[in-house]
């Protein structure tokens, strides 16, 4: 059974970084592109970035620039480092395979606010 666990959210000024982690387990982690998505209540789930199993890297045009998507195959994980900050980034952040039929996990709030 495949497993995601998001971790590292919180709440920042604008401006401001943080860095998410997202631990997967269940999956040969290494040939699967990895995703970032995010959700505000109300509104539909936003693909933010994505990693292919060779590094290859896509973004969302509201957060290029300013975030940056990597993975460490070893470990299993994959990141997402969010600088300048702002508040329309405040979302639930959820990471997630491009592989059909994966529950999505808890996900990671974040707050980017003053």
């Known amino acids: 059974q495949v497993q995601l666990v998001e971790s590292g959210g919180g709440l920042v000024q604008p401006g401001g970084s943080l860095t998410l982690s997202c631990a997967v387990s269940?999956?040969?982690?290494?040939?699967?592109?990895m995703a970032w998505y995010r959700q505000v209540p109300g509104k539909e789930r936003e693909l933010v970035a994505t990693?292919?199993?060779?590094?290859?890297?896509t973004y969302a045009d509201s957060v290029k620039g300013r975030f940056t998507i990597s993975r460490d195959n070893a470990k299993n994980t994959v990141y997402l480092q969010m600088n300048r900050l702002k508040p329309e980034d405040t979302a639930v952040y959820y990471c997630?395979?491009?592989?059909?039929?994966?529950?999505w996990g808890q996900g990671t709030q974040v707050t980017v606010s003053s």
């Open positions: 269940g999956i040969i982690f290494s040939i699967w592109t």
């Open positions: 997630k395979p491009v592989l059909n039929g994966i529950a």
């Open positions: 990693i292919s199993s060779r590094g290859a890297t």
